[in-house]
């Protein structure tokens, strides 16, 4: 995409806030149907489906420092004394998801994220792991993942979770350029993120995967051009792409994010394209929205394949898991519902030891909430829609169904955003950068909603 001239008019129309679809309906318009009371009976009937293969996320919240970009559910402190309450809190929701028949199901895939899980200490780490493998067993060739801060994990960690059986591992580095790191308040070496990877790789792990992030302060396109560059170096599986998610309505810390140094909207597409057109010459796969993986990766096969998923830990090539949350603010889905732990540290300790579970809300899917999440993970994960397909599968016409939205698509095409016919529709290349702008057209959640959308949701660009 490289060179590829967007005019200023075009961007500003797709600039808009809408949702990752990590799920559908996103968390904000989950109707709270079902909640901390419906949990027991959720797991119980999801414990029936034995042959049917299950996901854990583990939330670990830890951080010894705030990043001033941060979106995600953390705790900050050096206070180490916190990590044996804590994983004490996550074998009691573990023990509630055993008593209730879970450990049935295997794990076909398995992530620690955050939070920097190795903030905790090895015997921790090893407490937690041995803690969840009390209860589940894990499928043949399952993913077990985890992902680290490289400022605090060490060799003897790394060592640690190779030997326990991790396969992937995830590592944020955002930019390189050091302004840009003491703009946001993370300053980590080149030296140390590869270091790190080198380690981990000798210590058996099959992928890596390094997070990068633009729209941040004072990131140009030369700037972070090299930092793709000096990326592609390391030859990680895969590449994360963010664009900086400012919400500080919500996260009250990026407040202190510099806007007047970020860069304006076109030099910001431009950093993108850029990076994409790096990544594609670089013989990556442009798996869609924000991630790129090398042809080998199993990312990159599953997305050749038409299997290729999207739940709330991102893409994934483990098809229709229901997904297990642990720890305070995991997000999850059983047995036909959304559901959420408490966000508040403490008060999800409360809630577990209280009642064995710190679920705080949850949704439960509707005939219509879950049409539209097929349709929209079809074009998050494959980029297209067949309409003769969709017809067949609903056994009526998808077109005279959707025609209030498929009403929207010329548009689209006219920008060059997707190629329509009668039969169906396909993203472009271009497209892909705007994937959430196509999505959202099927979103009913979206479009409905009193309040507006950019209070909700992050910007597309
Ligand atoms: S290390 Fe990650 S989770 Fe922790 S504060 Fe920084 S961005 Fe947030």
């Not at 924000?290 to 990159?300: I, K, N, T, V």
């Not at 879950?370 to 599968?393: H, P, T, V, Y």
Request: with cysteine; charged share 25%; glycine share 8%.
């Amino acid at each position: 995409m490289t060179g590829l001239s967007v005019p200023r008019e075009l961007l500003e129309r797709y600039a808009i806030a809408a949702p990752r679809y990590t799920s559908y309906p996103t968390a904000v318009d989950w109707n709270g149907a079902v909640g901390a009371a419906h949990w027991g009976d959720a797991l119980r009937a999801a414990a029936g489906r034995n042959s049917a293969p299950l996901a854990l996320y583990v939330h670990v919240p830890f951080c010894e420092a705030l990043c001033l970009y941060c979106g995600c559910n953390v705790h900050i402190t050096r206070n180490t004394s916190r990590g044996p309450e804590y994983i004490r809190i996550l074998e009691r929701e573990l023990r509630t998801a055993a008593e209730a028949g879970l450990g049935a199901r295997t794990l076909t895939q398995h992530h620690w994220g955050g939070g920097t899980p190795t903030w905790l200490p090895p015997e921790l780490l090893e407490r937690l792991f041995r803690a969840v493998t009390g209860v589940f067993r894990h499928e043949a060739g399952a993913e077990i993942a985890i992902e680290v801060d490289p400022r605090v994990t060490t060799p003897e960690q790394l060592a640690l979770l190779g030997r326990l059986g991790f396969n992937r591992l995830s590592l944020g580095v955002q930019d390189f350029d050091p302004v840009v790191q003491e703009a946001v308040h993370r300053e980590q070496s080149f030296e140390l993120t590869r270091d790190i990877i080198a380690e981990s790789r000798a210590r058996g792990f099959r992928s890596v995967n390094i997070d990068l992030i633009y729209g941040l302060p004072h990131q140009t396109r030369a700037g972070f051009a090299s930092t793709v560059q000096q990326t592609l170096t390391l030859a990680p599986d895969r590449v994360a792409l963010f664009h900086y998610a400012h919400v500080p309505w919500l996260k009250k810390h990026q407040r202190a994010v510099d806007q007047s140094s970020v860069p304006g909207m076109e030099e910001k597409f431009a950093i993108f394209a850029d990076a994409v057109a790096a990544f594609t010459s670089a013989g990556y796969v442009y798996i869609g929205l924000d991630h790129f993986a090398r042809p080998d990766d199993e990312m990159s096969l599953a997305r050749a394949a038409g299997t290729l998923q999207r739940n709330f830990m991102g893409y994934s090539t483990r098809a229709g898991a229901e997904l297990l949350p642990l720890g305070v603010s995991a997000i999850g889905e059983m047995d036909g519902s959304y559901f959420q732990n408490e966000g508040e540290l403490f008060t999800w300790q409360r809630r577990v030891e209280e009642s064995g579970n710190g679920i705080l809300r949850g949704h439960r899917l509707s005939e219509d909430d879950k049409l539209r999440r097929a349709i929209i993970m079809e074009l998050m994960c494959r980029g297209a829609l067949d309409f003769e397909q969709w017809s067949r599968q609903l056994g009526e016409s998808f077109t005279a169904k959707f025609a209030t939205e498929l009403a929207e698509l010329p548009a689209l095409a006219q920008d060059g955003l997707i190629e329509l016919d009668a039969r169906g529709l396909r993203v472009t290349q271009l497209g892909q950068a705007f994937l959430r702008n196509v999505a959202v057209v099927f979103d009913a959640c979206w479009r409905r909603r009193a309040e507006a959308p950019q209070r909700a949701f992050s910007r597309t660009l």
